[in-house]
């Protein structure tokens, strides 16, 4: 009897194989470790926002031959944990890679992924002027960046990610909190988001 | 009639990072009940002919750097973990020694550099052009202003070797990982916790194996012996064929045995699972270099007429009674005891398999006996619950059980498999 092809399975059987991995020690390794003390510390504004325009501008970059594809993030503020932006504020962050003037792709292991920055929501640690005037980047490069998620409970929460100076999921709220602690010097009032009509949500 | 299949590896494209391990979970398990978290991403493509050649410029200037040999020693053995030890077919090739101190992802020479600029928290970063999910060209880059490269690192010293081996993973297109003893985690501390990447773990395996196929040859299954059992399962059955490797996977239909041994490549033992159903089911196994199966191959026969029991009874405690005979059986089950009080308060019986449970009008000692059928396959567990009530005194409780044999015959027509009877313990 002939059987199925399940291609699926051969890319999981590594997997299916192994045991499950939960324990320390950390390996790995673009980043030095950091914590999210030194993230909040680091950080010159720290802001929830969402993304609301991408561009892609070709300029030259250190130590780069010729001209880099960089991603520039219009940043609306949604709310402000660090620095002087306040609601409503544009911010944009810019980081190398993209798409080059002949259609191939440049990535950089150290940036983070725009289209993550797209889906929803962010929680950004920015590092200001880091490109020019104006021109933030996010502070320490892809470890500066988290989405943030309304749960069907109505709870809002920070997703973390694992390796990353936020590595677990948070509510927002109490990060909130646990960042003005590290850095109390940084307090905005909150502010709720708007909705996509602009209407303060409820 | 047996068939062969071999299954050619997937491949993702693109820069997507999505991970993986929701899917590895959901469909994992379908197949197996092992515990599951792959968590490895892909970052930029893959390699045309899977394998990508790389230039070195051993230029570290830090003191527990090395010399150039050394660094270059470094640097080739963190390709070749990837290539000895990742278990696909990708391969790493060294070119030989450049003087690049830049990136430039087009010019066709692939090269790993130390740059005396800062990184900040970035230690490395890997540069890649890709085109339709083909890399064109990577370059990689170690920054050493602010952070001390060593071949044998210390405290406040990072390893040239693990670091590598991180970002050329990179380089063959993968992104980060979020399982904590993989190569591919985002970071890193200095000293061991970075000497400790040098060994690429099961999740980047995993990752390379995804993105190139493993480089195992396909398994062949020439025999299932004996190729018959009872439909509960749990016979130790020998499977022999050729690429048998440890960590295959084999089911029977659609349900996985559990590997007891794998001898060499040719000769494996597992224990039967349950089934589904009486009757020959095919037989698979499943290595990283493919699946084969045969059809047909074992065959569950009628269990035979027993009941087990599981644990001790006492007060608050369960105990389980297994019942196996003919499929769909109507099995009728009574308790009693012979001294003490005369009538016995609280006793309960839970079908685990949500069975219809009836009283029939037919006393069995001191309690009317209940019914309910067995399984498709001849089974049916029952679980007992001692009640907790002092005033009782248990002694010399039994169970008796009858399985009804045919259909339409009446319960004086059972056949008693068990008068089993136990002591409860207070």
């Known amino acids: 009897m002939l059987r199925t092809i399940r291609p699926l399975l051969l890319a999981l059987l590594p997997a299916l194989a192994m045991p499950c991995i939960l324990a320390p020690p950390l390996h790995g ?76 792709m440049l990535t950089v292991s150290t940036s983070p992924a725009t289209e993550d920055l797209l889906d929803g929501p962010q929680l950004l640690f920015i590092q200001e002027d880091c490109f020019g005037p104006g021109l933030h980047g996010l502070c320490h490069k892809a470890l500066g960046s988290y989405s943030v998620e309304r749960r069907p409970d109505g709870t809002v929460v920070v997703q973390g990610q694992e390796g990353h100076p936020v590595a677990r999921t948070h509510d927002l709220r109490e990060l909130r909190e646990r960042v003005s602690e590290i850095v109390p010097e940084a307090t905005q009032p909150p502010r709720e988001p708007r909705d996509r009509n602009g209407g303060e949500r409820k | 009639m047996r068939t062969l299949n071999l299954i050619p590896p997937k491949r993702r494209s693109g820069t997507g990072r999505r991970i993986l391990t929701a899917a590895a979970v959901i469909l994992g398990a379908l197949v197996t009940s092992t515990s599951v978290l792959e968590a490895y991403s892909t970052f930029c493509g893959v390699h045309p002919g899977d394998q990508s050649t790389y230039y070195i410029n051993p230029n570290f200037m830090d003191a527990g750097a090395g010399n150039t040999a050394q660094q270059i020693a470094a640097l080739q053995a963190a390709a070749d973990e990837w290539t000895s030890n990742g278990g696909s077919q990708f391969q790493w090739i060294y070119n030989g020694q450049s003087g690049k101190t830049s990136i430039s992802t087009g010019d066709g020479q692939n090269v790993i550099y130390a740059d005396p600029g800062n990184g900040g928290s970035t230690l490395a970063e890997t540069w890649c052009s890709s085109s339709g999910g083909t890399i064109v060209g990577w370059d990689m880059r170690f920054w050493e202003g602010d952070h001390n490269w060593s071949i044998s690192p210390g405290s406040g010293e990072f390893d040239i070797e693990g670091v590598a081996v991180h970002e050329l993973g990179h380089a063959l297109g993968l992104g980060h990982s979020s399982v904590s003893n993989a190569s591919m985690y985002p970071s890193t501390s200095s000293g061991q916790g970075s000497i400790n990447i040098r060994s690429i773990e099961n999740d980047d395996k995993a ?53 007891l041994n794998v001898s060499g490549s040719t000769q494996c033992t597992v224990r039967a699972p349950k089934a589904d159903a009486l009757g020959a089911v095919d037989v698979s196994v499943q290595t990283q270099g493919g699946m084969d199966s045969l059809a047909s191959a074992y065959t569950y026969d009628q269990n035979p007429l027993s009941v087990s029991f599981t644990g001790t009874p006492r007060v608050n405690k369960v105990f389980q009674v297994v019942v196996y005979g003919p499929p769909n059986a109507e099995y009728v089950v009574a308790i009693g005891q012979t001294e003490g009080p005369a009538t016995i308060k609280g006793l309960e019986f839970c079908f685990a398999r949500d069975a219809t449970l009836e009283v029939v009008g037919k006393s069995f000692g001191n309690r009317p006996p209940t019914t309910a059928n067995l399984d498709a396959t001849g089974e049916i567990s029952l679980s007992y619950t001692v009640p907790d009530d002092q005033s009782l005194v248990f002694e010399n409780l039994y169970l008796q059980g009858a399985v009804n044999t045919g259909p339409g015959r009446a319960i004086d027509d059972f056949v008693v498999t068990n008068c089993v009877t136990v002591t409860v313990f207070p």
């Open chain 1, 29 to 104: 390794g673009c980043f030095e470790e950091v914590s999210l003390d030194t993230l909040a510390r680091d950080a010159g504004q720290i802001v929830v926002g969402r993304v609301r325009k991408v561009t892609t501008v070709m300029e030259e970059a250190p130590g780069v031959e010729g001209l880099v594809p960089f991603q520039e993030i219009e940043i609306k503020v949604f709310e402000s944990w660090k620095g002087d932006l306040v609601f409503g504020d544009r911010v944009t962050l810019r980081f190398p890679g993209g798409t080059l003037p002949d259609g191939s």
């Open chain 2, 207 to 259: 990752g390379v194996v995804f993105l190139y196929g493993s480089s195992l040859g396909p398994p062949m299954l020439t025999s299932v012996s004996p190729g018959n059992g009872y439909a509960r399962g749990g016979e130790t059955i020998t499977l022999t064929g050729t690429d048998f490797t440890a960590g295959m996977s084999v089911s029977f239909g659609e349900n996985s045995a559990t590997v």
